[in-house]
């Protein structure tokens, strides 16, 4: 068995998310590799030495750029804000470093671009977490779109609801809240939520032509969590677009901070020629399959419990009927990512991949200001 070191950037949500996963998946999925937590990088000694110190990562860094210097080290997982992915995946790069980074790939399409050159230059690993591709249920949605089931599309839907921004005591900026701060994030729920929707639709429906949106900022000024005081708000709190699809089908997406009583509502629903599916987060191991093809008596929406072992990715798991949950979306990812450097296999979703999500992205948040459509 090959050793893969991981040398991680960041130790927030994802930072633990990442980690469980580097630890579960080898326990689960058979490779030729076995992740090793070799070091974790954060600007907080004291704060990064905890972390490591609870998930058992060897050692700490408390500058990336001493991180990438180590020849022990032969991924770098980037779990920071938004605006340091670039530089660091560039560097990164330059050190011949394998790059799992976390979404949205980029602060914009620019930045995406230059992320792209350094990879392919180098012919480094790269990858995105866009996770929610690995849901059973959605990676089984993938199978039966692919296997012609739905026939034609006509309208994909898809949705992004959460309510923890309405306060308007919630500050922006900080470790904390720094998604909320233009500066680190780029965008708000373009950027961290409807990139999610935006990425599953591509895999799922395919390119994405033309967009026209509409964003709203409903708190205009927030207090800073850096600096104390009330500064203005330049993130989007709330987003809604239409789309053309490359297969002539159409989208509505939106997302909003602001939906009372939704903590993480993500679904999508796609109606097809033959047959449609539905899936909801908060159900993440259902999908919703409707088939026009069943006779008539007994037409209706089927709800299919995803836990067997014929279905994507749960013969590694428990037995049939017990279900798997939101941790092991991450898991799948680096299975598969370690497949990956076995056969050679590019792994998706890659920079490239990303960069499209962001090409999106970036058309959205133009439209939503100059209110026009505006192509992909």
Known sequence: MKDLNIGMIGYGFMGKAHTNAYC?????????????????????????????????????????????????????????????????????????????????????VAEGEVMCQAVEQAGVANMVWYNYRRAPAVTLAKQLIDEGRLGRIFHYRAFFLQDWTINEDVPQGGAATWRLDAEAAGSGVTGDLLAHCIDTAIWLNGPIRDVTAMTETFVKERMHAETGKKEPVNIDDACAFLCHFENGSLGLFESTRYARGHKALDTFEINGEHASIAWD?????????????????????????????????????????????????FIHQVADFLKSLETGEPMHPSFRDALETQRVCDAVLKSGKNRNWENV
């Open 24 to 108: 579960q998946a080898p326990r689960f999925f058979s490779s030729e590799y076995r992740p090793v937590l070799k070091a974790l990088c954060a600007r907080n000694a004291e704060k990064a030495k905890s972390f490591a110190d609870n998930w058992g990562y060897e050692s700490i860094e408390t500058d990336w750029r001493e991180l990438l210097k180590r020849d022990d080290i032969h991924a770098i997982d980037i779990c920071t804000p938004n605006n340091l992915h670039k530089e660091i995946a560039v560097e990164a790069a330059k050190a011949g470093k394998m790059i799992l980074c976390e979404k949205p790939l980029a602060m914009d």
């Open 281 to 329: 987060l908060h159900d993440l191991h259902r999908l919703q399959y409707f088939d026009y093809n069943d006779d008539s008596i007994v037409r209706g929406w089927r709800n299919v419990h995803v836990s067997d072992g014929d279905q994507p990715y749960m013969g590694n798991w428990w037995v049939p009927g017990l279900q798997i949950g939101y941790e092991h979306t």
